[in-house]
């Protein structure tokens, strides 16, 4: 019996497809070879050990079944026969009529051939047959599609058939010769030949995917990828777009990884008349070289720094609208180099920003800012829970014609939290802030940069104390299976009523948004350019309802008092009065289903409307909506020079069945009546395949690129990947 214990473990290793004819296992794997069947016989004339009746065999994971086992010790080979079957551990389970293999595992004979792989593929094949590292499939089919229920004969919704696959285990490669994929059993794709890195592959360089398309504009498209995998840290996707009517655009991205880092770069260029190709309009334009440069990289220094890069750049905004490129509609694209730090109760960082202005109503006088430093730290506590906390600001900002700013900033700040036994909040802060500015083509009559009217350059700073008091008291009410909680807030914040000298440039706040986000704040400015300066009141109440189950409805309103009327910040946000707008917040959330949130602003003297929000998210799977409503009135700030804004946009998504979906989404300007872009589609899926059908018309005009309407169709095929084809 010693003889076929030490032979059997063959046959486990040589079932296994895709690893059927080519797993290896270990020479140090001792584990022994357990056997069970109802007659075992050794014939020592002939020198052959029959196992025979419910053969079992296991050893580790794996599981072989046969009606015979048989071990030949002159021939040095090993047979399975009869309802052969084999569970590996990795959830495969192969089954075979009948199989023979050489016990130094270079020749083998396998008949048909049928496996269940652990997705549920399904892999058939009339013989196969291994010589060396060659294992050859004979008349192989392959379908990741779960049989017909009602008729499991049907064939399947799609399957890749062969007259030849090869699986060369030396090169870790698959070859189909003669292969069809057919679609309902009708074959719809013929390839004489093509291959792809077996299972034991994870990178391996190779064409990928193909995606097809045609418009108007560009004619024909097909985009073939091109994966390189250069090293294990690193590989090149290069992916040219080839069109009838424009010349190709060549793409790539690069992917490293490093130590403690990485790096990643999306780049292309064309040589083509983009205004011919966007407009129609080619007066006075010649082909001529456009590119973009999108860059990323992040690097840990050490446990408590790091550092990165991010650069975009285009040479032409319509190159990346034309041809569908990351960022063709961002109004500017930025870039960025930092490092930063963490240590215990600090945090600093070191920046350097550059942008590049894409939008037509975008000023070209765009500012590098370079370094802009800032350092936070905050003191552990005292005694009676009060502690210190420092800011530092170092910035250097520079344009080529307008304005050049040099600052320095530096704010100490000490903080009382107490709660009282009656359970009410408070918050008490003093803080001293000191800024040096000096600065050039600075115009004093406005707050917002300029390169026109007088000038003024110079030296110039300000001192600027501030005091913050906030007190809250939670009332908590439980009744049933709901709590409330109702808590007044009042807050009172005290500094000088000047502190923004006319020869200081608004650069960092030019954001006037008055709302309830920063109602409580001692400083609503979003930078530092600018002070939250004299004394004001503010107060409100926050409502909050939630119940067992997980829902949940809040209500927020406040309003300020202005003691001063000089404030920057009201001026900013246009509001003419000491007593502030109204602004608050609704969100009602009664379970999981169902979100709705309404943010508004009104003027408490007119009760006029300035700003209205409304997001509306919910519904079952078979009608699911989303909608956005936003109204804008056009004075809400100093730095707009529209009129009132509405915009309207819904989207609508149904799963019909566990198959079908469908979806529907439009945007609307309310105030000019003009739909802004409006699409839908349809999607199918199933256990194997995807079909997405989607139409998109977009009506916006730049000077670069018409209104334009598109249709893509998507197909993914299971373990093959998705085909797209666009029109």
């Not at 390189?228 to 060549?250: E, H, N, S």
């Not at 917002?448 to 005091?467: C, D, E, K, V, Y």
């Not at 299971?718 to 797209?724: M, V």
Request: hydrophobic residues 35%; aromatic residues 12%; contains cysteine.
């Amino acid at each position: 019996m010693r003889v076929h214990r030490l032979r059997v473990w063959f046959i486990a290793l040589l079932l296994l497809w895709p690893a059927a004819l080519s797993a290896q296992q270990k020479p140090e794997d001792k584990n022994p070879v357990l056997i069970t069947a109802d007659q075992i016989t050794y014939d020592r004339d002939l020198g052959v050990v029959v196992a025979s009746g419910h053969v079992e065999v296991s050893q580790n994971d794996r599981v072989l079944t046969a009606d015979t086992l048989t071990y030949n010790e002159r021939r040095k080979t090993v047979a399975a026969s009869g309802n052969v079957a084999l569970l590996d551990p990795t959830g495969n389970v192969v089954f075979a009529d009948y199989m023979e293999v050489s016990d130094d595992l270079k020749n083998a004979v396998i008949q048909d051939i049928r496996m269940l792989l652990a997705d549920k593929s399904r892999l058939a094949a009339a013989r196969g047959t291994r010589t060396g590292d060659i294992d050859v499939l004979d008349k192989g089919v392959y379908s990741p599609c779960l049989p017909c229920a009602k008729n499991p004969l049907r064939p399947p919704i799609w399957q890749l058939t062969a007259r030849k696959i090869v699986h060369d285990n030396a090169a870790h490669e698959i070859e189909f010769h003669d292969a069809w994929m057919e679609i309902f059993g009708v074959p719809v794709l013929y390839s004489p030949y093509f291959s792809h890195p077996d299972p034991t592959v994870k990178r391996k360089s190779g064409f990928l995917a193909p995606s097809f398309g045609a418009s108007g504009d560009l004619g024909g498209r097909i985009a073939i990828p091109y994966f390189w995998a250069i090293a294990p840290d690193r590989d090149l996707t290069i992916d040219p777009i080839i069109t009838t009517k424009a010349y190709p655009v060549i793409t790539g991205t690069y992917r490293q990884r490093l130590e403690g880092g990485s790096i990643n770069i999306d780049a292309g260029g064309t040589y083509n008349n983009l205004s011919k190709i966007g407009t129609g309009d080619a007066s006075g334009t010649h082909d001529e070289f456009s590119g973009y440069f999108f860059g990323t990289s992040q690097f840990d220094l050490n446990d408590n720094w790091r550092a990165g890069l991010d650069i975009n750049r285009t040479s032409d905004r319509a190159l990346l609208q034309i041809f569908g490129l990351p960022h063709a509609y961002d109004p500017a694209l930025t870039s960025e180099a930092y490092a930063e730090g963490f240590d215990g109760r600090s945090y600093a960082t070191i920046q350097a920003w550059d942008f590049q202005a894409l939008g037509s109503n975008i000023t070209e006088q765009q500012p590098l800012v370079a370094p802009l430093i800032d350092y936070e730290l905050v003191g552990e506590p005292g005694k009676y829970g009060g502690y210190w906390s420092a800011n530092f600001n170092a910035m250097a900002l520079t344009t080529v014609d307008g304005t050049d700013s040099r600052r320095l900033s530096g704010r100490l700040a000490w903080t009382l939290p107490y709660t009282a036994p009656a359970g009410d909040i408070y918050k008490l802060e003093l803080s001293m802030r000191a800024d040096g500015y000096w600065v050039q083509g600075v115009n004093p009559n406005t707050t917002i940069p300029s390169t026109t009217g007088n000038t003024g350059n110079g030296l110039t700073g300000r001192l600027f104390p501030q005091l913050a008091f906030e007190w809250r008291y939670p009332f908590v009410r439980r009744s049933g299976g709901v709590s409330q909680v109702f808590e007044p807030i009042f807050s009172f914040d005290a500094a000088p009523n000047g502190g923004n000298p006319a020869l200081i440039p608004n650069e960092d706040s030019l954001d006037f948004q008055f709302d309830e986000t920063n109602l409580f704040d001692p400083n609503r400015f979003t930078g530092l350019d600018q002070v939250d300066n004299g004394q004001r009141v503010n107060y409100g109440f926050k409502w909050s309802v939630y119940g067992n189950s997980g829902g949940h409805t809040s209500v927020l309103l406040g309003q300020s008092y202005q003691i001063n009327n000089n404030n920057s910040f009201l001026q900013g946000a246009n509001i003419p009065h000491q007593l502030t707008d109204i602004v608050g917040a609704v969100d009602v959330a009664p379970n999981d289903l169902f979100d709705a949130v309404y943010r508004f602003q009104v003027d408490a003297h007119d009760g006029a409307m300035r700003r209205q929000e409304v997001g509306l998210f919910g519904g079952p799977p078979a009608f699911r909506i989303g909608i956005n409503y936003a109204f804008l009135n056009g004075n809400i700030n100093d730095g707009s020079t529209a009129g009132q804004q509405q915009e309207f946009y819904g989207v609508l998504n149904s799963k019909i069945d566990d198959n079908w979906s469908v979806f529907a989404s439009g945007r609307k300007d309310l105030q000019t009546g003009l739909t802004l872009e409006y699409g839908g589609g349809v999607t199918y899926e199933n256990d194997c395949i995807s079909l997405k059908l989607i139409g998109l018309r977009t009506n916006y005009t730049t000077v670069d690129v018409n209104p334009d309407t598109r249709v893509a169709l998507i197909i993914g095929f299971k373990n093959l990947g998705n085909y797209g084809l666009s029109f």
